[in-house]
């Protein structure tokens, strides 16, 4: 009979049947192929809502966008050693950092400033590198006294609130399609079943997109034209000081995001990801993923926790099925037509679906504060919080001085996050420690706690 790995790696233990997923199945070649096919294509769906809204929100092309999350996926599972059942979608963290390099015109994307922007976020995701080799060299309880929830969290709040204005600006373009969008992702959000759940903001999207079709907000005219394949745009980036120093600052957030997926992955399939295959190759993997896309004009990539909410409902916990939805990604970015239709989005439904998103992503630092105990009745942590908050929220328009020939402007996001690195390793009372469990006999999942 077949053999497939199960909780233990030394262990070997009879296929699971497929009737049979108390324990998850980690080798999803006992369904046979068919289903790993129908299983991958699911992933796909997971992600595919909020993959493509990045690009919608910034500028950036659609289908480059869906060949670089299917591309940086792959490139993830070999750097991880396939061992991570990861997919790495387009990251909402940087958005801050497209608006304040390349900010929309009049809804139309901003073609002469993206490059740049661009090129900052090539260099975040090197920044990821160097981190990685901090993990590796000195390990993670050491290099991560520097990034306590007190700093990350209040940034990722920050990041929320500051794309709030636009959320809403999109929102009253056309009230009843955005709040069909918005009703459509709680409504299945919450009350939804199954693979229903799992997509409420593509239900949203297509439910919205639906009505402003008949209310005639969108046309379709010319999407006859479009090439049934072609290889997708791709725009090689470009380098500036100002934008670098811009967007670099919020890999700082993303990076802690990324470790907070790695668990939540580890605690979802019983697997100790931190300690095999390491931090430091999952952020090898999450950066290196991130440069290549930047560096032809797609978008930063991280880890989607929608497709660990995949994990949770199905078992199936093989990095093969993932690796299956990456193909449909990179299929669906030669597909022109699908992007024609994706690009013919109106601005309300973007409305709609940014003003749950941009909540939950302040939401997801809110709980990155709670979840790990930071005592708020010590005066150094709401020093440090307040201090994050008030510049990210304050600085609207950012900080502009020059250093020789060059020109450097600082967004608000980026003072907040120099300011808190800097005042938690100045003041007094640093006690966060990282956790790193790794004697567990049982192989699960790390966390770390203040």
Known sequence: ??????LKPEEKTEAVPPSDLSEGIYDA???GIPKMLILGLQHTFAMFGATILVPILTGLDVSTTLFFAGVGTLLFHFITKRKVPAFLGSSFAFLGGYAAVAPLIDGKPNTEMLPYASGG?????????VFALLMKVFGPKRVMRFFPPVVTGPIIIAI????????ISNFKTDWRVALIALVTIIFFNIWGKGMLKIIPIILGVVASYVAAILLGDVSLKGIADQAIVAVPTFTLMKFDISAIIT???LALATMMEHIGDITAIGATTNRNYISDPGLHRTLTGDGLATALAAAFGGPANTTYGENTGVLALTHIYDPKVIEIAAGFAITLSFLP???FIIRSIPPATIGGVSLILYGMISAVGIRNVVENHVDFTRSRNTIIAALIL???????DGVTFHIAKFTITLSGLAIASIVGILTNAILPGNEY??????????????TYKL
């Open 1 to 6: 009979m077949q053999e497939t790995t199960n």
């Open 29 to 31: 070649s006992v369904l």
């Open 121 to 129: 976020v090539f260099v975040a995701g090197l920044v990821y590198l």
């Open 160 to 167: 929320g609130l500051i794309l709030a204005p636009s959320a």
């Open 247 to 249: 967007i670099v600052p």
């Open 337 to 339: 037509k699908i992007g």
């Open 390 to 396: 008030v510049c990210a929220l304050g600085f609207t």
């Open 433 to 446: 420690e990282f956790r790193e469990d790794t004697e567990d006999e049982e192989n699960k999942f790390q």
